[in-house]
């Protein structure tokens, strides 16, 4: 049975949004899923406690890029706390879902930016 995407997640993979580097980024990770291989990089720019841009670069497939996509979109804007506290099922809720055997890649985003905000803490001893 082939997967479905939503119009929304296609269009996530299709068209990213802030894909690309950060240079001097406050916190950054890396996050890989051992499982399928699937990487997403993420960068955060954070003033006075608030995400004011975020970027990614992701190596996966069509749901990993889309989740990468759609969460940067969703922390932007957000204070640190409040985009740490994003969830998976939020992440699909923003792609319109995701495929049974695809969620992995909302979580892998959720995990993405959980780590970058963990790096931004460590820099700034927080």
Known sequence: MAETYSEIALDHFRNPR???TMHDADGAASVENPASGAVVSLQLRIVHERVVHAMFQAQGCTATIAAASA???MVSGLPVAAAGAVTRAE???MLGGLPPARRHAAAL???A???AIADFRA???A
């Open 91 to 93: 992440v699909e809720d």
């Open 123 to 125: 820099r700034v001893g």
């Open 109 to 111: 985003a959720r995990d």
């Open 113 to 115: 930016v959980r780590a």
């Open 71 to 73: 969460l940067t979109e």
């Open 18 to 20: 802030n894909a690309g």
